[in-house]
């Protein structure tokens, strides 16, 4: 390298053209003059040509945001109601009736046990009494009827809410569906292009292994033919020499 | 009709979900091929690539729009690329290529490419990157952005926070270091293909 040879900063503006047409006239003037500068970016065009060859593997990328109501954003997954504890679930429409029965009964029983008792320190129960448990008891079964028809639209209101959800599960699976499909065709066109890369090995491999078996079976062949050539020749020798000698006599 | 990044980062600004969306189409390709350059782990690239998006999203309102939206995502990925790194200082990533699937590269053949062109790509694929994973971390990350990301001295310089006569001196000694490498590990090119100043 000359003393007078161009810098590092000069040639790398050279290489990735990032230099002035002035600078670029300077370069090119010393590289036609200068083998070690020519040398020097023949180096650095060929390690970016080297470069150019390397490609990150293909990946199924996909992200999306996605909105939510209350936090604002989520990483793809939607929000999913919180669970709530078994006993704060809404009881099914046949155990509440089964309840507001059993607690009539028990209302009605209480009310029958009443009659005639005596209270403590009191007078016996009148017939006056009587009559008003049984309009009490006509208001309880009304007001129960009342608290299990809000019960009923209560778990009515609730089912639609989990049909919705459901519906948006149904949604939320169809797409994972076709995710998992998607999943499943990549993978086959991964496993058809890696059998056509190993089944083109697999042919090469075995052209190289025909050539070699052959130029064997060649040499093989070449050894046999010499030897036979050799033993007839013996033999006409002999021949030769037993008819000489016969001759002789 | 096709949206500008500064219109889509606008209107994802204004709380539209699905321009940002947009956005991530458009970039998480170059995202992913630079995370994957850089710390060489497939699975840890696609999260890194994640991570740069949300965290993108999460720091809209404090993007004001100074540099470029890519230039913006850019930093962001290599911080966490960085941060990776830090973390798994321990395991060095020149191992890391070694076990390499070649047939996972088959997937990015061309239509009319050969078997045998892929085979080949393949193998001198698998040699850059492990020529690259063996250079320290400044050196490849420069010659990454320069090489795959198109990026001019400056830009880099801004990326990487250092003068720009910083970048070209790793750009310098990456690709002084690349040639060698090369060269040894493939001996049919020779020392003489690839140059080498007297």
Redesign the interface.
């Known amino acids: 390298?000359k003393a007078d040879c161009i810098d590092?900063?000069a040639?790398?503006?050279y290489v990735?053209d990032?230099c002035g047409p002035a600078e670029r006239l300077r370069v090119t003037r010393h590289l036609q003059s200068c083998?070690?500068?020519a040398?020097?970016?023949?180096?650095?065009?060929?390690?970016?040509h080297?470069?150019?060859?390397?490609?990150?593997?293909?990946?199924a990328?996909?992200?999306?945001?996605?909105?939510t109501s209350t936090s604002g954003?989520s990483?793809g997954a939607e929000r999913v109601p919180a669970p709530v504890a078994w006993w704060r679930q809404p009881l099914p429409a046949w155990a509440q009736a089964v309840a507001a029965t059993a607690l009539f009964g028990l209302g009605m029983a209480a009310g029958g046990r009443g009659q005639g008792a005596e209270v403590p320190g009191g007078t016996p129960t009148s017939p006056k009494a009587t009559a008003v448990s049984a309009t009490d008891l006509t208001r309880l079964e009304e007001r129960l009827g009342q608290e299990i028809a809000k019960i009923r639209a209560a778990t009515s209101a609730s089912t639609a809410s989990t049909a919705s959800v459901r519906a948006s599960n149904e949604g939320r699976d169809a797409e994972l569906l076709r995710q998992v499909t998607q999943l499943i065709r990549d993978s086959e066109?991964?496993q058809q292009?890696?059998f056509?890369?190993?089944a083109?090995?697999l042919v090469r491999d075995a052209e190289i292994q025909r050539r070699v078996d052959m130029a064997q079976m060649q040499q093989t062949l070449t050894q046999v033919q010499g030897t036979t050539g050799e033993e007839v020749r013996r033999q006409r020798e002999m021949l030769n020499y037993l008819v000489n000698v016969s001759q002789r006599r | 009709m096709t949206w500008t990044d500064e219109e889509l980062v606008a209107r994802s600004r204004s709380g539209d979900v699905e321009s940002f969306n947009q956005l991530i189409t458009r970039w998480e390709r170059p995202i992913y091929a630079l995370a994957y350059r850089v710390i060489g782990q497939e699975e840890d690239a696609r999260d890194v690539c994640q991570e740069t998006f949300l965290r993108a999203f999460r720091g809209l309102a404090g993007f004001k729009g100074q540099a470029k939206f890519s230039s913006w995502l850019y930093r962001i990925a290599l911080n966490l690329c960085r941060d990776w790194i830090r973390r798994r200082r321990r395991t060095p990533i020149s191992a890391l290529p070694e076990d390499v699937e070649l047939e996972d590269l088959a997937s990015n053949a061309g239509p009319s490419e050969s078997v045998e062109d892929l085979v080949a790509r393949r193998e001198l694929s698998g040699v850059v990157e492990m020529a690259m994973a063996r250079l320290p971390e400044e050196q490849r990350t420069a010659i990454i952005l320069k090489e795959y990301h198109g990026m001019t001295f400056q830009e880099i310089a801004d990326l990487q926070g250092c003068p720009l006569s910083t970048v070209k001196t790793r750009l310098y000694q990456g690709l002084s270091v690349l040639r060698r490498d090369l060269a040894e590990s493939r001996p049919g090119i020779g020392p003489g293909a690839l140059g080498g100043r007297a």
Not at chain 1, 51 to 57: E, F, R, V
Request: net charge negative; charged share 20%.
């Open positions: 390298m590092v900063d040639l790398l503006g990735y990032e083998f070690a500068c040398n020097e970016v023949a180096g650095l065009r060929g390690a970016r080297e470069l150019a060859g390397w490609t990150p593997p293909e990946v990328l996909g992200f999306r945001i996605a909105q954003v990483n066109n991964r292009e890696s056509s890369v190993r083109a090995q």
